[in-house]
């Protein structure tokens, strides 16, 4: 069992930047492999960006995200990062965290096992 707790959303200009921060308690946490993802109001939940097992080397990233976000991992912390440089008004979304057990670098919402509670993030324009 994997608990999630997402933090540093906010409200930001355009242009900004934002740090989110997933820690996890239960298992065994460089065993699993993490994620984010958002959901904007009135539209469904989205990919956006996941890091592999243990090391954390492979990521993947959304088309819309690519250049401008970062996601890391610190096992030793147990903690999962999601940098957020030159936000922009379509970033507006809840950000949530999530883990997955048997898939790399799943992008499907189905694929992931454990979700945290997210996280608001608002960009102004």
């Known amino acids: 069992q994997v608990q999630l707790v997402e933090s540093g959303g906010g409200l930001v200009q355009a242009g900004g930047s934002l740090r989110l921060s997933c820690a996890a308690s239960?298992?065994?946490?460089?065993?699993?492999?993490m994620g984010w993802f958002r959901q904007a109001s009135g539209k469904e939940r989205e990919f956006v960006a996941a890091v592999s097992w243990s090391s954390g080397s492979i990521t993947s990233y959304a088309d819309s995200v690519k250049g401008r976000f970062t996601i890391s991992r610190d096992n030793a912390k147990k903690t999962v990062y999601l940098q957020m440089n030159n936000l922009k008004p379509e970033d507006t979304a809840v950000y949530y965290c999530?883990?997955?057990?048997?898939?790399?670098?799943?992008?499907?919402?189905?694929?992931?096992?454990?979700w945290g509670q997210g996280t608001q993030v608002t960009v102004s324009s």
């Open positions: 999530a883990a997955e057990r048997t898939t790399p670098l799943a992008t499907l919402v189905q694929k992931y096992d454990y």
């Open positions: 239960g298992g065994t946490f460089s065993t699993y492999a």
